[in-house]
C-alpha cells in the first residue's frame, strides 16, 4: 500500500511540474522572443535598427496597433475575434477626413463621427454575435466586408487618395500627445481588464461561458462592452493613423486585423481567451510585431515575404502555445 | 475452477494530474460472473471501456485467452470477442432497429455496393429472439421504442459478435423486469457456455445473487477479491469505503422539519421531459427530487435556476416578490445552483481557485471606480478554502491541478463565499470520495439548521433517504410520489415509483431526445 501511495504521489508531482514548466515557459517566452527579435534586427540591419531616429520611428509604427490590440485584448478574452476592425479604422479614416474637405465640418466633430463610426461597426458584431448566436469572428467578416465597401465608395467619392492637409491635422503628429493618449488608454485598458467586473467576466467567458452564466455573468453585455471598448479604441487610433499616414486610400487601414491577431499571439495572449490572458502580453507583442515589421522592411526585404513570415511566425506560435489541456480548440468558425 | 479467460497485468491510467487506475491486475475465469464494484471514481467504469477498447490505458497489459490483447478501439475489442453494455443510451433514433443492431456491421451485407436491408432485418430479429426479446419488431424505427426496449436493442448488438467476455457497465439499473430478465438469462447462459462475465453494478443486493465472485475498487486500486459465501453486503460496503462507516455519515435525525415559509415556488413547470411539475421549497428544507437519469429532474434543476425557461408557469421566490428570469437574477436573489456536469458547467477548469470562488460575488466586491483588488480576492478565497479545507498550494492555483473532489468544494466555495439562501445542487456527492461527500453532507446540514432552503437532485437513493426532509421521485418528466422523511422509508419503496410498469413508459425515450 505504501509503495503505491508513493507511486501515485510521483507521478502526481511529475505532472504538476510538467504543467508549471509549461506556466513558466509561456511566461518568460514573449520576453525572450522580443529580446531576440531586438539583437537579430540591429545585426541584420547593422545597428540602425537601435538609432535613435528608428526608435522613434517604431514607436510611432506601434502606436496605431498597440491602442487598438488594447481594445481588441477584451474580445480576445473572451475568445472571441474580430475581424472588421480594420475595414473600420479605414472607413472612420475617411470620416474624419471628409468631414473636413467635404463638409467643412471642425475636426472635434470629425473625430467623434470617426469614433462612432468605428464603434458602431464593432458593436453591430458585438450585437449580431448576441442576437444571432454566432460566433463573433463570423459576424466580423460581414461587417468586414460591408465597411470594405463603404471604404471604397466612399473614397471613390471623395477622389480616390485624398490627401490630408496638414495645417489643420498636422498637431495629432505631436508624439507628447501621442505618448499621452497612448499612456492613458493603456492605464484604463489594465485597469478594467485586470481589477475591475468587466475585465474579470470577459476572462470568464473566455475560460468557460458555462459556468459564467451559471454565475451570475450576463454573457450579452459582456460581449457588447467588449466589442464597445475596440470600437472606442479603433476610433481613436484610426485619427491618429490619418494624420501619420497623410492620406487615405481604400487601402487605410486593412491588415490592421492580422496585425493584431499576431500581436497577441506573439505576445503570449491566449487565442481561446479566459483567466491566462494578460494586458502585458498586449504591448510585448506590440513591440515585437512593429520591431519585427520595421527591422525586416530596414533590412531591405521586400513586403510581401514580411506578410509570408508574419503568417508563418503566427502558426508556429499557435502550435506552440496552444493549451491543449483545456480541451478547448481556437475556434475560427 | 475455470482456466482464465482474460487477465490484466499491472494496468495504469492517468486524467491529467488524477490516477484513475493503479497497477491493476485482475482474472477472469471461464464460467466466472465477476462482480466489479467501487465509489464512484473508484476506476471501475474506467478499467471496463479499456478492455472493451473505449480508451487506452497508459501501461500494463492484457491476456485474452492467453494471447496478448491491447484493444485498439471497440470494433477491434469486438471482434476479438469483448462486448460491453453501457449505462448510458446507446442507439441511434431516427433509424431502424435492425440497424442499430448492425452499427458499424452493415458493410458484412454489402452486395455490389448496396446493403440488403432484408437480409440485415432478418438476421436482426433472429438475434433479438434468441435473446427472448421476440416482441420487438427489427424493423420498426429506434425512436418508437422506449427506453427499456433501446436497452434491449443495445445488448442484441452487442451479442452480434458472439462475445466470449461479456461487460455489463451498470446496466441493470435502466432495466424493469423485462430487460432484468433477458440479461440474466444471458448471463446464465455465458455461465452455462464456460464464457465470462464482468459485472458492474452499485446494487449489492443485485451482486449478492449474481456473482460468484467479486472484485472491489477503490481510488484506482484493487483492495480485495471476494468469493462464495464472503460475498456480504456487509463485506463489501466495508471494503469499498476502506472504514467502518460511521455513523453519522448522514442526517442522524430522522425528523422531517422545516419552516413553514415558502422561499421557491415552482408551477406547472413544462420543459424538455418535465411537464407540468409543481415544487414548493421551504426555508430550512432539504427538498430532494429523485429519479432516473432521464426522468427530467436535471432539467427540472436547470429551470429552478432560470438556465432553462419553462414554456409554461413561472418560477416564485414568494418573500421577495420576484420571479426567476435568468441566472443574473437568481444569482442577484442569494440562489445558487451546481450542475450535475462539474467540468464543464460549474467550474473554469483553467482559471485558478481564486477567479473561481470570486467569479460570482464580483459585483459585490466592486469599489471605488469598480476596482477589485488583489487583496480582498486573496482573502475571500483564502476563507473559502479553510471553511472547507480545499488542498491547494494556493489561491492562484489552477483547477485543472486539483482532484475531483477538491474541484467539487471550490463549486460549492462559490457559493458559500456569496452566502447564498437557496441552493439547488444537482448531484453534488457525484464522482467524488467517502471523505469529501461526509464532508457536502456536514455542510448540508449546516445549511439548513442555518434556515437555509437546499433542493438536491440526486440518484442515489441512500443519499436521498439520509439527507432529506422530502423527496419527490419523478419519472417521465412528472413527479410520481413524495416522501416524507422517515426511519422506514427504503430504496424499494422509492424506486417503485421511478421505474414504474413497463406499459405506461412507452415514448419515453423517444420525447426525452
Known amino acids: ?333 | 475452477m475455470g482456466k482464465p479467460i482474460l487477465k490484466a497485468m499491472g494496468v495504469n491510467k492517468n486524467f491529467g494530474p488524477t490516477r484513475a487506475l493503479v497497477d491493476v491486475d485482475f482474472l477472469l475465469r471461464s464460467g466466472e460472473i465477476h462482480g466489479l464494484i467501487g465509489e464512484n471514481g473508484s476506476g471501475k467504469s474506467t478499467f471496463s471501456s479499456i478492455v472493451a477498447g473505449a480508451q487506452t490505458c497508459d501501461s500494463g497489459r492484457f491476456e485474452l485467452n492467453g494471447q496478448d490483447y491491447m484493444p485498439q478501439n471497440m470494433v477491434d475489442a469486438q471482434n476479438k470477442g469483448i462486448g460491453m453494455i453501457v449505462q448510458e443510451q446507446g442507439t441511434i433514433g431516427n433509424i431502424s432497429v435492425a440497424s442499430n443492431v448492425f452499427t458499424g456491421r452493415l458493410h458484412e451485407f454489402t452486395k455490389y455496393g448496396f446493403i440488403n436491408m432484408k437480409d440485415v432485418t432478418k438476421r436482426a430479429q433472429e438475434i433479438l429472439n434468441d435473446i427472448g426479446a421476440g416482441d420487438i419488431d427489427a424493423a420498426s424505427m429506434t425512436a418508437s421504442l422506449n427506453f427499456e426496449d433501446r436497452k434491449i436493442v443495445e445488448i442484441a448488438r452487442v451479442m452480434v459478435a458472439d462475445p466470449n467476455v461479456l461487460i455489463i457497465d451498470e446496466t441493470t439499473t435502466a432495466l424493469a423486469m423485462k430487460g432484468r430478465e433477458i440479461l440474466f438469462n444471458l448471463i446464465e447462459r455465458f455461465k452455462s457456455d464456460n464464457k465470462g462475465v464482468i459485472f458492474i453494478s452499485h446494487d449489492l443486493d443485485e451482486l449478492m445473487n449474481v456473482c460468484n465472485k467479486v472484485t472491489i475498487l477503490r481510488d484506482g486500486h484493487i483492495i480485495d477479491t471476494l468469493e462464495g459465501g464472503d460475498i456480504t453486503e456487509d463485506n463489501m460496503r466495508r471494503l469499498m469505503v476502506g472504514r467502518e462507516l460511521s455513523k453519522h455519515y448522514f442526517r442522524s435525525d430522522f425528523e422531517c422539519t422545516y419552516d413553514d415559509t415558502v422561499v421557491l415556488d415552482a408551477k406547472q413547470i413544462t420543459f424538455g421531459p418535465v411537464t407540468n411539475v409543481d415544487l414548493q421549497l421551504h426555508k430550512g428544507e432539504i427538498l430532494g427530487v429523485c429519479g432516473l437519469s432521464d426522468c427530467g429532474m436535471h432539467e427540472l434543476g436547470k429551470v429552478l435556476f432560470g438556465i432553462e425557461k419553462s414554456i409554461t408557469g413561472s418560477v416564485t421566490l414568494p418573500e421577495r416578490g420576484v420571479d426567476i428570469k435568468d441566472p443574473y437574477s437568481s444569482v442577484k436573489q442569494d440562489m445558487a445552483y451546481l450542475s450535475k456536469d462539474r467540468d464543464r458547467e460549474s467550474i473554469i477548469l483553467s482559471a485558478s481557485i481564486m477567479e473561481n470562488i470570486v467569479l460570482p460575488s464580483l459585483s459585490t466586491m466592486s469599489k471605488i471606480f469598480g476596482l477589485i483588488s488583489n487583496k480582498s480576492e486573496k482573502s475571500f478565497t483564502e476563507e473559502q478554502i479553510d471553511i472547507l479545507g480545499i488542498k491547494c498550494r494556493e489561491p492562484k492555483q489552477r483547477l485543472t491541478e486539483l482532484s475531483g473532489g477538491n474541484k467539487q468544494k471550490v463549486a460549492f466555495s462559490k457559493w458559500l463565499g456569496r452566502n447564498s439562501n437557496i441552493l439547488i445542487l444537482d448531484c453534488p456527492t457525484r464522482g467524488i470520495d467517502v471523505g469529501v461527500k461526509a464532508a457536502i453532507y456536514r455542510l448540508l446540514e449546516d445549511m439548513k439548521a442555518n434556515g437555509k432552503a437546499i433542493v438536491l437532485i440526486s440518484e442515489e437513493l441512500p443519499e436521498m433517504i439520509g439527507m432529506c426532509d422530502r423527496m419527490l421521485v419523478m419519472k417521465d418528466g412528472e413527479i410520481t410520489a413524495e416522501f416524507k422523511r422517515s426511519p422506514e422509508l427504503s430504496e424499494a419503496d422509492i424506486i417503485k415509483y421511478m421505474i414504474g410498469s413497463v406499459n405506461n413508459n412507452a415514448n419515453t425515450s423517444a420525447s426525452s431526445n
Open chain 1, 1 to 333: 500500500m505504501l509503495t503505491q501511495a508513493q507511486a501515485a504521489i510521483d507521478v502526481n508531482e511529475l505532472l504538476l511540474k510538467k504543467a508549471r514548466r509549461k506556466d513558466i515557459f509561456m511566461l518568460v517566452f514573449p520576453f525572450v522572443g522580443l529580446i531576440f527579435t531586438i539583437i537579430i534586427m540591429t545585426f541584420a540591419t547593422r545597428g540602425l535598427f537601435l538609432s535613435n531616429e528608428n526608435i522613434v520611428n517604431i514607436m510611432n509604427q506601434s502606436f496605431t496597433t498597440a491602442l487598438v490590440a488594447i481594445g481588441a485584448a477584451f474580445v480576445y478574452a473572451q475568445g472571441g475575434m474580430d475581424f472588421s476592425l480594420g475595414a473600420a479604422c479605414g472607413v472612420a479614416q475617411m470620416v474624419f477626413i471628409g468631414s473636413y474637405t467635404h463638409f467643412g465640418l471642425p475636426v472635434w466633430v470629425g473625430a467623434v463621427g470617426a469614433i462612432l463610426v468605428a464603434v458602431t461597426a464593432t458593436m453591430i458584431v458585438g450585437f449580431g454575435s448576441y442576437i444571432l448566436h454566432l460566433q463573433p469572428f463570423v459576424v466580423s467578416l460581414c461587417v468586414r466586408s460591408a465597411c470594405t465597401g463603404i471604404l471604397v465608395a466612399g473614397c471613390n467619392a471623395l477622389g480616390r487618395n485624398i490627401l490630408v492637409p496638414m495645417d489643420i491635422y498636422g498637431f495629432l503628429n505631436n508624439n507628447t500627445l501621442k505618448v499621452t493618449v497612448l499612456l492613458l488608454v493603456l492605464l484604463i485598458g489594465w485597469f478594467l481588464f485586470e481589477k475591475t467586473r468587466v475585465g474579470k467576466e470577459e476572462k470568464a467567458i473566455g475560460g468557460n461561458i458555462l459556468t459564467a452564466v451559471q454565475s451570475g455573468v450576463r454573457s450579452g453585455r459582456t460581449v457588447v462592452t467588449a466589442h464597445l471598448i475596440l470600437g472606442l479604441c479603433v476610433g481613436i487610433a484610426a485619427c491618429f493613423q490619418m494624420a501619420r499616414a497623410g492620406t487615405v486610400s481604400t487601402q487605410s487601414g486593412s491588415g490592421l486585423e492580422f496585425n493584431i491577431m499576431i500581436a497577441l499571439a506573439l505576445g503570449g495572449f491566449p487565442m481561446a481567451g479566459g483567466s491566462s490572458a494578460k494586458i502585458r502580453s498586449v504591448i510585448v507583442g506590440v513591440l515585437i510585431i512593429t520591431s519585427l515589421t520595421n527591422g525586416l522592411t530596414l533590412a531591405g526585404v521586400d513586403n510581401s515575404y514580411i506578410n509570408m513570415i508574419k503568417g508563418l511566425l503566427f502558426i508556429v506560435i499557435v502550435a506552440i502555445s496552444y493549451d491543449r489541456s483545456n480541451l478547448k480548440q481556437v475556434v475560427f468558425m
